[in-house]
């Protein structure tokens, strides 16, 4: 019995796969992956949610946003918004919503309309706008998520990309996880890119409806802090300047006049937006 | 390539030995069968999907060691040893060796 | 702005640090590779078998047991590409040059642990390896130790 010193052949239990080529591989099977189930459970959202009677998602979230309702700081304001609203939704024929509005103490301008009917709206929002037809678009685009029943889809979308987020957490696997919840959320901005873009319409509708002209429809925009750059990308609405110009092309071909006397708000206790303007500055046709 | 647990390949001479001769692989199954393996948690019994994952796996690794022992020009593994080791969840690590000879 | 600062830890980050675990892991294993090629030749004339027997031939003089062991940690690269392929299963291939080379380095090791204690040869030589918990004790990865033991031997002659 001798001993013989020779090494074996190196590296056979390691496969011979380029790391990066197997990074690679599998970064762009699971993004592709979480961004198809996305895809596939916002189409199946969007199937159900038509079948949703109003009614029933007034009973189903009943109670769901009493917190929000309460976290509203009430008062005059809120009920001058309510009468505007009323104003805008009496163009919608088939409402079936009995719509409120709250106001929220957040900075950040925003509006959200809640499933049940309730719009919410912060006061940064508040502060910003400037006339009535302004603040009237921004209740007409809301309303028109609640025609199109996004805020439903939206939930909807949100809680079916959860579950399988969460059957693959179950995986422990913390960046699989993680860069499917990313594909899923860039998937799902591109399904809210299109709804948002409907909404504009259908506030569009209402403001011509409403006023006979489209003035004030795209004054928000200018009131928001600029898009540019990375976060712009990243938004879930579509691009400020892509829109302002969406809205005019459709207010052009529908024959709206895109000019018109906007009216003031005359908030109780408030000098903003007290003068008429005819035009805002740099956003003239 | 003759592979045995025990000492010696029984009927022959062992003339010439080498050193360890080791072969391999970590393995994960998919997620798919891991929610389904979730459920038998639940009732208990055999984790099918779990079994054939290890045998394939153990079969991956014996494979690699004969292909170590054939580079050193062996033709027999004698006194091979399995383990098994979990090394991170859902991923197992199957690792075969023995002592590779040459036999008469 | 807040919504770039909240990209910015999402994505740039791990992103950096992917690149960055990359880069470094990858020198540190080709320089593991070539410190463990040279040893590997200069140890191989030190028999190390599983056999339970003392080869025929061997005169032994002294007999005592010799472990070695090394504690190896996953880099964030190949943590993160573990983590994916946890969803498609199969070979994880990242993990695999890390256990070749952790369970050479602990044969290596048994082999200068021999040696120093005046030995000429180990046999009954067995591995395991052992996944550790972090503090936290959560099942994420920690360490890997393998530990690699058997029998030296003491000859009359080298073999």
Redesign the interface.
């Known amino acids: ?9 190196d590296g ?2 390691v496969t011979p796969t380029h790391p990066l080529r197997e990074g690679l591989l599998l970064v762009v099977g699971v993004a592709a992956v979480a961004a198809g189930l996305a895809a596939m459970l916002a189409v199946a959202t969007d199937l159900l949610v038509p079948r949703v009677p109003p009614r029933l998602e007034a009973r189903l979230f009943s109670g769901w946003f009493d917190g929000a309702a309460e976290a509203g700081t009430g008062g005059a304001r809120e009920q001058q918004l309510t009468v505007l609203l009323d104003r805008m939704s009496a163009h919608w024929l088939e409402n079936p919503y009995q719509f409120s509005v709250v106001v929220w103490e957040e900075s950040e301008p925003n509006a959200i309309a809640l499933p049940g009917g309730t719009i919410a709206i912060t006061e940064g929002l508040l502060e910003r706008v400037e006339s009535e037809n302004e603040l009237a678009f921004v209740l007409g685009h809301e309303l028109g998520h609640y025609h199109n029943r996004d805020h439903l889809r939206g939930l909807g979308r949100g809680v079916a990309f959860s579950l399988v987020l969460v ?2 957490g ?4 913390g960046s699989a996880t993680q860069l499917a919840a990313i594909a899923g959320q860039f998937t799902q901005r591109g399904f809210n890119r299109v709804q948002e873009s409907d909404a504009d319409r259908f506030g569009l509708e209402l403001l011509a409806a409403e006023y006979g002209h489209t003035a004030g429809a795209t004054d928000f925009f200018d009131h928001l802090p600029s898009d540019d750059g990375l976060s712009g990308y990243l938004s879930t609405h579509p691009l400020h300047d892509q829109r302002i110009h969406t809205l005019r092309a459709a207010a052009r071909a529908a024959g709206w006049p895109l000019r018109g006397k906007r009216r003031a708000l005359g908030w109780p206790s408030d000098s903003v937006g007290a003068e008429v303007r005819e035009q805002v500055p740099g956003r003239g046709e | 390539m003759i592979l045995s647990n025990i ?1 010696t390949v029984p009927g022959k001479t ?18 798919g ?3 389904l393996a ?1 459920f038998r948690n639940i009732v208990g019994g055999e984790l099918k999907a779990y079994t054939e ?1 290890l045998t394939e796996a153990r079969e991956d690794a014996l494979r ?1 060691m004969v ?3 054939e ?3 062996a033709n027999a593994v ?4 399995f ?1 098994t ?7 197992a ?1 199957l ?1 075969a ?4 000879v ?1 036999v008469e | 702005m807040d919504q770039n600062a909240e990209v910015l830890v999402q994505l740039v980050i791990p992103l950096a640090l992917l690149v960055l675990a990359y880069f470094t892991g990858t020198v540190i294993e080709r320089r593991h590779y070539r410190s463990i090629r040279e040893r590997e030749r200069s140890w ?1 004339e030190l ?7 003392v ?1 025929s031939g061997w005169r032994v003089v002294d007999s005592g047991l010799v472990s070695s062991s090394v504690v190896i940690s ?1 880099d964030y690269f190949k ?1 993160f590409l ?1 983590g994916l ?9 990242t ?2 040059s890390l ?2 080379r952790a ?1 050479r380095e602990a ?1 290596l090791r048994l082999k200068e642990q021999a040696q120093s204690g005046g030995y000429q040869a180990v046999i009954n ?7 550790m918990a972090n503090a936290r004790g959560d ?3 920690a360490g ?1 130790e393998v530990l690699a033991f058997g029998t030296a031997l003491e000859l009359r002659e080298a073999p």
């Open positions: 019995m001798s001993f013989d010193p020779s090494l074996p052949k056979i239990n059957a693959v179950l995986s422990g696997s | 000492e062992i003339t010439r030995f080498f050193g360890v001769v080791s072969g391999s692989t970590v393995r994960a199954k998919h997620i069968k891991d929610i979730g994952l690699r292909e170590q022992a580079s050193l020009g004698v006194n091979i040893r383990s080791s979990s090394v991170a969840q859902g991923a690590e690792f060796y023995g002592t590779a040459t | 191989s028999p190390v078998i599983t056999l339970r027997s080869p996953v943590r573990a392929r946890m969803i498609f299963g199969g070979r994880v291939k993990y695999e256990l070749d369970r044969l030589v067995r591995v395991e390896t052992t996944r099942s994420r990865i890997l």
